[in-house]
């Protein structure tokens, strides 16, 4: 018996080891405008972060996935060490035409808000990442005052949504549009560019 379960135990293992191989991750730096907000309460304001974008393209995920990513102010600590804490957010080309609706919805009710002078939280869309399909991505409008108006990105799982999310002004939001259209022609997949630097 003892027998039966360790070769069960290496093919598992195996399998694994195997898997990991195949992934054949490939990477291309981006160069980004748009800036993932997060609020400061020294300056209470939603201030914009340095931000970093990727394109990840693998054998084992359909489509090339686009990765905006921020150091957030905390970090996280256990007792191994503390591990700088990220704002982040991904988008798979399948998730585009969602994506893309979100951002239009946002634009127009942008300009109604601003208009009005109102003040709002609602929710655009959720919809399953292609991604990762263990979790779903919840795309809302907030108002942080009556003139500045946040895409704010939440990463939601069978538990609920993450506190806080990601969040992008009006013109992260506008410079997210124009980069997601370069990302949907292929513009960004210039993997392996280390490769010449001999």
Known sequence: MKAVITALMMTTLAGCAMTAV???????????????AEYNSIASKY??????????????????TIV?????????????????STLEFKINERDLPAV????????????????????????????ESS????????????????ANH?????????????????YLNDKSVTQLKAELTKFKSGEFSNFNKEASYN
């Open 22 to 36: 195949d992934i054949n991750l490939q990477e291309a730096r981006v160069e980004t405008n748009v800036g993932i």
């Open 47 to 64: 201030l914009n972060k340095t931000t970093f974008a990727k394109v990840m393209r693998m054998n084992t995920l359909k489509g090339d």
């Open 68 to 84: 905006y990513s921020a150091d957030a102010y905390g970090s996280n600590c256990n007792k191994y060490g503390c591990t700088q």
């Open 100 to 127: 893309l609706t979100a951002i239009d919805k946002y634009e127009a009710w942008n300009k109604q808000a601003i208009e009005k002078e109102d003040t709002i939280t609602k929710k655009i869309i959720t919809f």
């Open 131 to 146: 991604y990762n399909t263990s979790i779903d991505y919840e795309y809302s409008f907030h108002s942080g005052n009556s």
């Open 150 to 166: 946040f895409l704010v990105i939440k990463t939601c799982s069978f538990v609920g949504c993450v506190d806080g999310g990601v």
